[in-house]
């Protein structure tokens, strides 16, 4: 069964230092992999996604995620941080289940920005 | 224009009443879901609704029982309150799924 597992509950970082956030999937076939961002006490909101063809995905506020089929990683990666990033962070995958599609998310990673 | 707006924002009840969460997207998506986030914030699906037809619908206590009256809305029933209910409850909707999903803010649920 295609799921995501991000290897990190907490990322502490200083300001203006760079990030990854690490998912690995788990999936035998094609696989449709998502990043998104919660803020706090708010809902998600999608930061990139990675459906086919270059493995270089750019996103919103700065974020760029690398697709790698041979260590089935899907890592999120910012080269400066600020402040306004703290917050959780999911990587999420398509699933297909008796022809409905859903999305799977990992157990989310929480980035905390040091001033 | 809110794209996917939950109603109550907010929802504190008694163990063993009934209440409900609704739901409404104005962006023309033929998809509503309906996701739950604990307390450690991990998400699961709970049930997915495309042109009104139940498509999914995962190992959920029947005190919980979705209805949609048409593809822009997706409503929450959930009866007899527990203290394990408490979380919150998220809404999203998508046309075509792997452009991913829109979600709405969130309705806290609190049962005390």
């Known amino acids: 069964a295609q799921s995501v597992t991000q290897l990190d509950s907490q990322v502490p970082v200083f300001e203006e230092a760079p990030v990854e956030l690490r998912c690995n999937y788990s999936s035998s076939v094609s696989v449709y992999l998502f990043w998104y961002v919660q803020y706090p006490n708010q809902g998600l909101q999608l930061l990139l996604k990675?459906?086919?063809?270059?493995?270089l995905v750019k996103g919103i506020n700065g974020f760029e995620a690398e697709f790698n089929k041979s260590q089935t990683s899907f890592h999120l990666r910012k080269p400066s941080v600020h402040i306004s990033d703290t917050a959780e962070y999911f990587c999420?995958?398509?699933?297909?289940?008796?022809?409905?599609?859903?999305?799977?998310f990992g157990q989310g990673t929480r980035l905390t920005i040091n001033p | 224009d809110t794209a996917v707006s939950q109603t109550p924002k907010y929802l504190v009840t008694q163990m063993g009443n009934d209440k409900s969460i609704k739901c409404e997207q104005n962006?023309?998506?033929?998809?509503m879901y309906w996701y739950k986030q604990d307390s450690k914030k991990f998400l699961k699906i709970m049930f997915s609704?495309?042109?009104?037809?139940?498509?999914i619908n995962e190992t959920v206590p029947n005190r919980f029982s979705p209805k949609s009256p048409d593809k822009a809305h997706l409503n929450l029933h959930i009866n007899s309150l527990e203290l394990g209910d408490s979380a919150v409850y998220f809404c999203a909707s998508s046309q075509i799924l792997h452009y991913g999903y829109t979600f709405g803010s969130g309705t806290r649920l609190t049962v005390v």
């Open positions: 609704y495309n042109n009104k037809e139940l498509i």
């Open positions: 962006l023309g998506h033929d998809t």
């Open positions: 999420a995958v398509r699933r297909i289940i008796q022809g409905a599609q859903k999305l799977v």
């Open positions: 990675y459906l086919s063809g270059s493995t």
